[in-house]
């Protein structure tokens, strides 16, 4: 006949159960939690980027813009995805707007609900191509990671990151945040602008530098 187990015996079974159960849960939710930051930034937020062409002169704050009618640079990069993605102004015969972004800047997150509306009210020329590059990263300021802040923003265009001595931005000539460059069809610069604009003022700028206004 089995032994009957004593009161105090069968709560310290209990008791050692209880214990178990809740060190599995704990390494459980801790492994669903590192799958979660390892999910979070599987994304490369900076990116080697090489540039085939002269880089542009620097974007004037006043004056003259010499970067006008040069041949824009080619850009071969990364996706934050990790895909290889090349930006090659001219190469498919149609205009390209590029937009340099930093995820901190308050005016490059003004700036995107701007362009947002642009394209949902069909502003936007139906040939040209809007490309995103997120530039100066820094993991301590806000809205890091970059891949991220763009989702939430609803960008709606394609981006690639930028590399971390900031190798895209200089071979445009960027200034400030957000900067501005749109390239014809030939592939040859027709306007740089940094800082925010309006609705207006983008669609106008757009159009008079690929000569559609």
Same mark, same amino acid.
């Given at each position: 006949?089995?032994?009957?187990? %004593?009161?105090? !015996?069968? +709560?310290?079974? $209990? %008791?050692?159960? #209880?214990?178990?159960?809740?060190?599995?849960?704990? $390494? =459980?939710?801790?492994?669903?939690? @590192?799958?979660?930051? $390892?999910?979070?930034?599987?994304? *490369?937020? #900076?990116?080697?980027? !090489?540039?085939?062409?002269?880089?542009?002169?620097?974007? /004037?704050? !006043?004056?003259?813009?010499?970067?006008?009618?040069?041949?824009?640079?080619?850009? *071969?990069? +990364?996706?934050?995805?990790?895909?290889?993605?090349? $930006?090659? /102004?001219?190469?498919?015969?149609?205009?390209?707007?590029?937009?340099?972004?930093?995820? &901190?800047?308050?005016?490059?997150?003004?700036? +995107? /609900?701007?362009?947002?509306?642009?394209?949902?009210?069909?502003?936007?020329?139906?040939?040209? !191509?809007?490309?995103?590059?997120?530039?100066?990263?820094?993991?301590?300021?806000?809205?890091?990671?970059? =891949?991220?802040?763009? +989702?939430?923003?609803? &960008?709606? &265009?394609?981006?690639?990151?930028? =590399?971390?001595?900031?190798?895209?931005?200089?071979?445009?000539?960027?200034?400030?945040?957000?900067?501005?460059?749109?390239?014809?069809?030939?592939?040859?610069?027709?306007?740089? @602008? %940094?800082?925010?604009?309006?609705?207006?003022?983008?669609?106008? %700028?757009?159009?008079?530098?690929? @000569?559609?206004?």
């Amino acid at each position: 006949m089995a032994k009957k187990l %004593s009161p105090k !015996t069968l +709560i310290a079974i $209990i %008791s050692a159960a #209880i214990a178990v159960a809740a060190l599995v849960a704990i $390494i =459980s939710d801790g492994a669903k939690d @590192s799958s979660t930051k $390892i999910r979070a930034t599987s994304a *490369k937020e #900076i990116q080697p980027v !090489t540039v085939v062409g002269v880089d542009l002169p620097r974007t /004037p704050d !006043t004056g003259d813009d010499t970067g006008l009618g040069l041949q824009a640079p080619t850009l *071969k990069g +990364i996706t934050a995805g990790g895909m290889p993605m090349t $930006i090659a /102004p001219g190469s498919d015969g149609k205009p390209m707007m590029l937009v340099f972004l930093a995820h &901190w800047c308050p005016h490059c997150n003004r700036e +995107i /609900p701007v362009l947002n509306e642009w394209k949902a009210q069909g502003l936007v020329p139906d040939d040209l !191509t809007v490309i995103g590059i997120t530039t100066a990263t820094q993991e301590g300021q806000p809205n890091y990671p970059p =891949s991220q802040w763009l +989702i939430e923003k609803q &960008w709606p &265009w394609a981006a690639m990151p930028d =590399s971390e001595n900031q190798d895209a931005a200089k071979a445009y000539g960027v200034a400030g945040y957000p900067t501005y460059v749109v390239v014809g069809a030939d592939g040859l610069v027709k306007y740089r @602008s %940094s800082g925010e604009k309006s609705l207006e003022e983008v669609n106008n %700028s757009v159009r008079q530098a690929l @000569s559609l206004a």
